[in-house]
């Protein structure tokens, strides 16, 4: 099996770990000082239960340099504010958009739709050209990153650990998904392959990952089926590759299955094939594959998950709420939950998130080619909160996105991108006054926590034709120092945002992370490690929003999308 794919050793010099800087500690304290003042805090380290498990890290205490919040101006506050108990969030999102060619005019998913992107989408609708957006890491710590290996594998999203293994897709420039890997983090040698596919699956696909239940024993995924586009569920040892059970034979699935039940179930809507009308909600054992639920929907042949247990039909653009039984709690035209759109505008699908009792989404909107007229961007754009028990919309937002394009969305600290102004279609996408604003909010009542002005910062938008450079803008970025802060250069000026509490006052590291774009399939997108001008870096340290640590090594992708890996030491 490892003849799949080779793994190569790592030139020796070729890529050096990167020693953090400390310009954000106090003055005059170096990294041995503060890491003595730290330890001295926490007392002595936590003992190891088994060797090679990884060691678990506390998180400095945050300087004082970085405690100076400020002031953001004041934002319009969503209308009808309901305020609701805080519970878990559950995420699902950019689940329906198609894949469409590239620049270069290799055919996509859906080759017939003619669509360009608009400013505020998640994903690109158009031609799918390479981007780059720099984010950067904060020093965590002693541990570094030293390089042994790379793989000619083109992984499809972040790697995931199993059992000492680490797991990814392959994709080709003929598939989204053709395989599953299990590799070696030590080596970055296949233990074991399998075939895999995403059948009718669109739009996010770098959150399509392997599904690992059962303590991390098994793994979980589609197989290819008999005809084109079919699969079947199919759960394997997650050390070895040998399967334990599977689930249907032709399946057709529009998107994502999701591990539910508290980790102890499979959740999917699928139909028989693709032929067969109607889906099913499906909810499967993650240990057995027994089925625990099998309700068929009703609601539409087109129909996919775009949230937990929240339904949208294609054929009449129609959402529903679905019970733990597959029972409907209820369903609304997509117009009466995001209100009606200007001609020329055409909904594809939506973004969402759960939080206790309320989903929180915003539409997937496209223009068609031929949208010769102006149309603001409040028509394009508008994110609501919707009751998950009755439907009833509880507040909108005017103009934004759940989320902005390289800043990755965190249900924790969620932010949302409100743009302005107007976007004309065609061959290269007009757009006249154009603005964003980054806003912190609240889920469940919509209430702008914090908001920032970022003027007219082409970094903050996925449309596609002429970008940053075209307009003078070809030096901002954006960088992650840390899971929650952001360093942002807009057009010269400098601002470190805080994703709890807006722009803060901090320092800016020289290197980190960035996100790749595939150049192939559209939605697919990774973190890697770069310096500022985007190029392949070894990671200062094994951040988890960057890659995955299995005991002592860690593994990551480069800008292309291949695995590297090596030990973490320190």
């Not at 360009?116 to 158009?126: I, N």
């Not at 040698?189 to 392997?210: C, H, K």
């Not at 992370?513 to 310096?531: F, H, I, K, L, N």
Request: aromatic content about 6%; glycine content about 12%.
């Amino acid at each position: 099996m490892d003849a799949e794919f080779s793994a190569a050793a790592a030139t020796p010099g070729a890529d050096q770990p990167w020693a953090a800087p400390t310009a954000d500690l106090p003055t005059g304290v170096g990294q041995a000082e503060a890491a003595q003042r730290v330890q001295a805090t926490l007392g002595s380290p936590t003992t190891q239960a088994a060797q090679g498990s990884p060691t678990t890290e506390a998180t400095p205490p945050t300087p004082t340099t970085q405690a100076t919040l400020e002031t953001a101006s004041t934002q319009a506050t969503p209308t009808a504010e309901s305020t609701r108990p805080t519970s878990g969030i559950q995420a699902t999102r950019g689940a329906n958009p198609p894949n469409l060619p590239n620049s270069a005019g290799r055919s996509g998913r859906r080759p017939w739709l003619a669509l360009v992107a608009t400013t505020g989408l998640v994903v690109q609708l158009a031609a799918v050209g390479a981007g780059v957006a720099v984010v950067a890491t904060h020093d965590r710590g002693p541990e570094t990153v030293r390089q042994a290996w790379s793989n000619d594998l083109v992984a499809l999203g972040k790697p995931v650990a199993a059992r000492g293994s680490v797991l990814v897709f392959s994709s080709t420039d003929e598939k989204v998904v053709d395989r599953i890997a299990a590799l070696d983090p030590a080596t970055g040698r296949a233990r074991w392959t399998a075939p895999a596919s995403i059948s009718r699956i669109e739009g996010d696909l770098g959150r399509f990952t392997p599904l690992v239940v059962d303590d991390g024993a098994t793994v979980v995924w589609l197989a290819p089926g008999g005809a084109d586009d079919t699969v079947s569920v199919v759960a394997a040892d997650a050390a070895t590759g040998e399967q334990r059970w599977s689930y249907g034979e032709d399946l057709s699935v529009a998107a994502a299955p999701r591990v539910c039940g508290n980790g102890s179930a499979i959740c999917l809507v699928a139909a028989a094939d693709n032929d067969a009308g109607p889906p099913s909600k499906v909810v499967l054992d993650a240990r057995s594959g027994r089925v625990r639920v099998e309700e068929p929907l009703g609601i539409g042949d087109d129909t996919r998950e775009v949230g937990v247990d929240l339904i949208l039909s294609g054929d009449d653009e129609t959402l529903a709420a679905v019970a733990d039984g597959g029972n409907l709690l209820w369903q609304e035209p997509a117009t009466n939950v995001f209100g009606a759109t200007a001609d020329g505008v055409l909904f594809i699908g939506m973004d969402s998130v759960r939080r206790g009792d309320v989903y929180v989404g915003s539409p997937l909107n496209g223009l068609l080619a031929d949208t010769l007229s102006p149309v603001a961007e409040t028509d394009l754009n508008a994110l609501v909160g919707i009751s998950a028990t009755t439907g009833e919309r509880l507040w909108t937002r005017p103009g934004a996105t759940l989320g902005c394009p390289r800043i990755a969305f965190d249900p924790t600290h969620p932010v949302r991108c409100v743009f302005r102004g107007t976007v004309t279609a065609g061959l290269n996408a007009a757009f006249a006054n154009f603005g964003v604003t980054l806003e912190g909010f609240d889920l469940e009542t919509g209430r702008t926590t914090w908001s920032w002005d970022a003027g007219d910062s082409w970094v903050f938008t996925n449309a596609a034709g002429a970008g940053p450079a075209a307009r003078g803008q070809g030096g901002d970025f954006v960088l992650r120092v840390s899971d929650t802060r952001y360093v942002l250069r807009v057009r010269g000026e400098t601002t470190v945002l805080d994703l709890e509490r807006g722009p803060v006052s901090a320092k800016t590291p020289a290197t980190g992370w960035c996100t790749s774009w595939s150049q192939r399939w559209s939605g697919v997108e990774w973190p890697y490690a770069c310096d500022t001008a985007g190029r392949d870096a070894v990671p200062s340290a094994p951040v988890e929003f960057g890659g995955v640590r299995v005991g002592d090594d860690y593994v990551w992708l480069d800008r292309n999308g291949r695995p590297r890996g090596g030990p973490v030491t320190g």
